[in-house]
Nanobody, 124 residues
Framework: QVQLVESGGGLVQAGSSLRLSCAAS????????MGWFRQAPGKEREFVAF????????YYANSVKGRFTISRDNAKNTVYLQMNSLNAEDTAVYYC?????????????????WGQGTQVTVSS
């Protein structure tokens, strides 16, 4: 079992930055690749970013590429999502998730564990 707890969400103005954190406990954090997803009201959950177990490779949705950065600190059992140049379309509940899948995982169904989510609201 892996427990994931997100933090760092909030209400910000368009153009601002936020950094989300996801703290993991339970099984060895470095055994899992990690992803960030988001879900806006009335919309399906969508992939945002992915990072491999070692952090050597990352992958992003086109909508956030160049603005968001995923990173991880295996010594702290934490994955981060740095979000810059936020806009109203980024408003959503953001979830971190863990997968034993080693290749780039964009589908939510490939993830084994999920956090409870943190709300990000961007005012225009």
């Amino acid at each position: 079992q892996v427990q994931l707890v997100e933090s760092g969400g909030g209400l910000v103005q368009a153009g601002s930055s936020l950094r989300l954190s996801c703290a993991a406990s339970g099984r060895t954090f470095s055994s899992f690749a990690m992803g960030w997803f988001r879900q806006a009201p009335g919309k399906e959950r969508e992939f945002v970013a992915f990072i491999t177990r070692t952090g050597s490779s990352t992958y992003y949705a086109n909508s956030v590429k160049g603005r968001f950065t995923i990173s991880r600190d295996n010594a702290k059992n934490t994955v981060y999502l740095q979000m810059n140049s936020l806009n109203a379309e980024d408003t959503a509940v953001y979830y971190c998730a863990a997968t034993i899948y080693s290749a780039t995982a964009q589908a939510a169904g490939l993830y084994d564990y999920w956090g409870q989510g943190t709300q990000v609201t961007v005012s225009s």
